[in-house]
């Protein structure tokens, strides 16, 4: 090679690093001003006050609402500053473990999932009856919904404060129902009908794909107690799978997904997205259902992202046989790990939220979230009152909530087990892989191995 | 006493290394050693049961699935991947215009996060509204449903395996510029042909990488975990299970730490023999210059 082109292209190279080099520390220089820049850890608005570290997983709107309640708490006393602290869900309880685990738990966790068996039976919550006198807690037993109680108690002890209750019952679209030449007004009183009012209501392409949903029953867990069935023998004190109500229940939910057709509901519920955290492609909005169970925190999404859709809301009908009124239920609640530095103003927290006291307050705080309350004088007051004129649809949820019939998942320690054989159980039936019977009869024979396995471990 | 002074201020150097792996790899790994013969659920002292986990995982079915599960990945991905790597190396080996965008372009995969490119899967596999089942709709095939599938879900994971084959494919490729050029000229002179060529004198010259990449390959099977976690949670009907996944959930979910650790360690014992039998392999098939 010419010995210039040589120098030429050696020239070029140093040029070329050294753009190099000055990009790369123009860069560095900018990510160490947006280090510089970026907010420090939130100051303490009441450093002269007793710290109350808040765990919860809300995120974005709901975020708001939390942040406004805390507030709210913060103005409304002068001894205790709650500190909230927003914490992925996924990892949520992992985080909340370790910080136990680590000896520095925060003062109060919000909590949704199902934990209170297990982290209660592993000696991790406190109970919070402690916190009320014997007459507080009598009339606390007496007064809030019954689900509520189910909720938090474990072994005649109140490990978590519901501060709202998750209710599910059938939204509809009257349009579709006005199109199929029904009416809307007459809705059905027993789940076949409501089954084969949905087979009216079901589109297809002409190649066979489901386009609409009419309906579709599913999730045994939901569907069990309706039939009358369960996963928990209260007279045993003891988790069951394999019974003659829970067998009725899967073998209805199988014989409507055989009549689908098994691939075509699991091809039809892939392609949805299911507008999970609020988001307006919920497949009801776009018309992908025409009836659908879902809960009642979908009003509020509702009259945020399709003001102009017309819905109704409805109870899920009971079977012949069956039960009003019934189905599954989970809520938000309030647990106090052992080994929280400030358990008292944990516990002021909580009540100031759940409306102890001041019912009306906490019927402010649950029109924001739109949320159901952990008791009668929330959903009585004005606040409260108001918000269901405005939004009629919450008012079936509200009229389930007191059902004894809404049931929790069992409260046993191996709770999340339990609930995956469920979802096993159910997940065979509804592809068509086994038989109802056999796969209830083979999740009955894992949770005998499981609960067999315990004993052998000591647990 | 200069040398101890050198190698002093090496590990010195080295130290917040060294601290780090004690602290978060040498510990755990002999905790859980100990763990495994205990009944422990993180947050509760560990209480010593003996080799009761052990036992209990010769009885679990789902032990045995997700083994199962981890084994028929590891048979069918590691070998694909290897295949295509090789094959996309040969191709990007040829010295023709614009070779370096063709280079860029393979390998970008491999550096897109795994998070995201699972993510992506899923919408590409959709079985109504994706794009492997839309191009095979235009093709007049109704498409599976893929990761929704018991049938498919495996295999939808190993062909997206092929999706990250860039970054053995670089490595092929840094091998394939290692062989003397002179072996191929030899051979042209001798009238070899292409494959010959390909199959008496790459092939064997590369063979110190298809071992290292087939090792390697090996290892990150037997610990496949993200792309399962993502898209299908160890579904449908637990045909996607994978060992490394089944051992989190243990842990994590069901918080059963004392039988997780027992499962890591039965992974470490698997992973050591399997890689020792590949070594075993070693002299017969993989050309040693030296």
């Known amino acids: 090679m010419p010995r210039e082109v040589q120098t030429v292209r050696s020239g070029w190279r140093r040029r070329a690093a050294a753009i190099a080099a000055g990009v790369l520390a123009a860069g560095l220089a900018l990510l160490l001003a947006a280090v510089c820049a970026a907010p420090g850890p939130r100051r303490r608005a009441h450093p002269d006050r007793i710290p109350v570290h808040f765990w919860h997983m809300w995120t974005a709107d709901w975020k708001a609402v939390v942040e406004r309640i805390v507030a709210e708490f913060n103005a409304s006393q002068t001894r205790y500053e709650v500190i909230p602290l927003s914490v992925p869900s996924a990892s949520a309880d992992s985080k909340f473990l370790l910080a136990v685990a680590g000896g520095a738990p925060p003062d109060l966790m919000a909590q949704w999932n199902q934990v209170i068996p297990a982290w209660a039976d592993s000696g991790l919550l406190m109970e919070l009856d402690q916190f009320m006198t014997p007459e507080e807690w009598t009339r606390f037993q007496a007064e809030v919904y019954p689900v509520a109680l189910k909720i938090g108690r474990y072994k005649g002890h109140l490990y978590g404060l519901c501060t709202a209750v998750s209710i599910w019952a059938c939204y509809y679209r009257p349009d579709h129902f006005r199109e199929a030449g029904l009416d809307p007004d007459a809705f059905p009183e027993t789940l076949e009908g409501l089954w084969a009012i949905g087979r009216t209501l079901e589109r297809r392409a002409e190649d066979g794909r489901l386009v609409r949903m009419g309906f579709l029953p599913q999730w045994l867990n939901m569907y069990a107690p309706i039939f009358g069935g369960g996963f928990w023998d209260e007279a045993a004190s003891r988790a069951v799978v394999d019974t003659p109500a829970n067998l009725r229940a899967l073998a209805f939910l199988a014989e409507c997904r055989k009549a689908l057709g098994f691939n075509e509901v699991v091809r039809f519920e892939s392609s949805l997205n299911q507008g999970q955290g609020g988001n307006v492609d919920w497949p009801f909005i776009s018309g992908r259902y025409s009836i659908v169970v879902d809960g009642q925190w979908r009003v509020e999404q509702l009259a945020r992202n399709a003001p102009d859709l017309e819905y109704r809301a409805a109870p899920i009908p009971p079977p012949t046989g069956g039960k009003r009124h019934a189905g599954w239920s989970n809520g938000n609640f309030m647990i106090i790990p052992k080994g929280a530095a400030h358990p008292e103003g944990a516990w002021e927290f909580a009540k100031f939220w759940a409306g102890w006291g001041d019912p009306a307050r906490a019927a402010e705080f649950c029109t924001w979230g739109g949320w159901l309350p952990l008791w009668p004088p929330v959903a009585e007051a004005p606040a409260y009152r108001a918000f269901l004129a405005k939004h009629p649809a919450f008012g079936t949820f509200l009229d389930v909530l007191p059902s004894e019939n809404i049931v929790p998942s069992p409260p046993v320690p191996y709770q999340v087990f339990l609930n995956d054989q469920i979802g096993r159980v159910d997940d065979y039936a509804m592809r068509g892989t086994k038989t109802p019977e056999a796969a209830l009869r083979g999740g009955q024979a894992e949770l005998n191995a499981e609960l067999a396995r315990r004993r052998r471990f000591g647990l | ?290």
């Open chain 2, 1 to 290: 006493m200069n040398a101890i002074r050198r190698h002093l201020a090496g590990y010195l150097f080295i130290s917040p290394w060294l601290a780090g792996f004690a602290v978060f790899t040498l510990l755990p790994f002999v905790a859980s050693f100990f763990l495994g013969f205990c009944r422990y659920n993180v947050v509760t002292p560990p209480v010593w049961v003996g080799t009761a986990n052990y036992e209990e995982l010769l009885r679990d079915p789902l032990f045995w699935r997700s083994l199962a599960n981890t084994l028929i990945y590891a048979g069918v991905a590691v070998p694909l991947g290897m295949a295509a790597g090789v094959g996309l190396a040969l191709l990007l080996n040829a010295e023709i215009r614009g070779m370096a965008v063709y280079r860029t372009v393979f390998f970008l995969p491999h550096i897109v996060p795994v998070v995201a490119t699972s993510v992506v899967f899923v919408w590409i596999l959709n079985p109504d509204i994706g794009l492997v089942n839309s191009l095979l709709r235009l093709a007049g095939i109704r498409g599976p449903a893929w990761l929704a599938d018991p049938n498919w879900a495996m295999t939808s994971l190993i062909f997206m395996s092929l999706w990250a084959v860039g970054g053995s494919m670089v490595i092929y490729l840094a091998g394939l510029k290692d062989i003397p050029v002179a072996l191929y000229e030899a051979a042209v002179v001798d009238g070899a042909g292409i494959w010959a060529r390909t199959r008496h004198i790459t092939l064997p010259m590369l063979s110190p990488v298809i071992f290292f990449n087939l090792v390697m390959g090996v290892i990150h099977s037997f610990q496949y975990f993200t792309q399962a976690y993502i898209m299908t949670q160890g579904g449908p009907q637990d045909a996607t299970l994978f060992y490394a996944l089944y051992l989190f959930y243990r842990a994590w979910r069901y918080l059963d730490m004392g039988y997780a650790s027992a499962m890591a360690w039965v992974l470490f014992v698997l992973i050591m023999l399997v890689t020792a039998a590949l070594f075993r392999t070693h002299k017969r098939w993989v050309y040693d210059a030296a």
